[in-house]
C-alpha cells in the first residue's frame, strides 16, 4: 500500500532543512545524553526486585520439591 502524495509532501516538507547539515551535529548533544539515566531509579529498585524475588521464590520451590521445577 502506498502513501498519499500529500503525507509524502508533508514529510519531505518537515526534513528538508536537514538535507544540507551532515556533520553539523549539536556539540551538547553528547553530553545530554549521558547525564541522566536511561530507568529511574524506582523502575530501577522495581525491576530488581521482581527479578531477585522470582529467583528466590524458584529456589524455594525447588528445595520444596526435592528436585527440578515440574514445568521446566
Do not use: C, E, W
Not at 545530554?32 to 530507568?39: H, L, M, Q, R, W
Request: positive net charge; without cysteine; proline residues 3%.
Amino acid at each position: 500500500m502506498g502513501v498519499s502524495k500529500r503525507v509524502m509532501n508533508a514529510s519531505n516538507n518537515k526534513y528538508s532543512k536537514n538535507i544540507h547539515k551532515r556533520g553539523l551535529v549539536d556539540i551538547h548533544a553528547k553530553q545530554n545524553a549521558k547525564d541522566g539515566f536511561a530507568v529511574g531509579p524506582v523502575m530501577l529498585g522495581f525491576f530488581i526486585f521482581v527479578v531477585v524475588g522470582s529467583s528466590l521464590l524458584q529456589i524455594i520451590k525447588t528445595a520444596t520439591s526435592g528436585g527440578p521445577a515440574a514445568g521446566a
